[in-house]
């Protein structure tokens, strides 16, 4: 069975970190690019940041851009937000998506073949 599974998430303070894991069973991801998602309550799920299958290419919200960094490692068929500086408004649910994908062309993929069900991030004091 084909899946991606989010974990890391919690409640964190402002300011604090959290890295989030995806990981994929039931195939591998050495040929998929990779999106992370977030959804705040009442807001459009909108993008994170992605990496290319060989991690050569790496994209970022200009919202997150400096605090969190995207990595993965294909041994362990798992993909990594690390969030530092959090703030309120990253509050949200955070999402992993595969697509089939080998190379990023200028930015992240319109369209993802998996989904995870995602992890709750809450920065609050």
């Known amino acids: 069975q084909v899946q991606l599974v989010e974990s890391g998430g919690g409640l964190v303070q402002p300011g604090g970190s959290l890295r989030l894991s995806c990981a994929a069973s039931g195939f591998t991801l050495d040929y998929y690019a990779i999106g992370w998602f977030r959804q705040a309550p009442g807001k459009e799920r909108e993008g994170v940041s992605c990496i290319s299958s060989s991690s050569a290419s790496t994209y970022y919200a200009d919202s997150v851009k400096g605090r969190f960094t995207i990595s993965r490692d294909n041994a362990k068929n798992t993909v990594y937000l690390q969030m530092n500086s959090l703030k309120p408004e990253d509050t949200a649910v955070y999402y992993c998506?595969?697509?089939?994908?080998?190379?990023?062309?200028?930015?992240?993929?319109?369209?993802?073949?998996?989904w995870g069900q995602g992890t709750q991030v809450t920065v609050s004091s």
């Open positions: 998506a595969a697509v089939f994908l080998l190379s990023l062309f200028g930015g992240c993929p319109g369209a993802y073949d998996y």
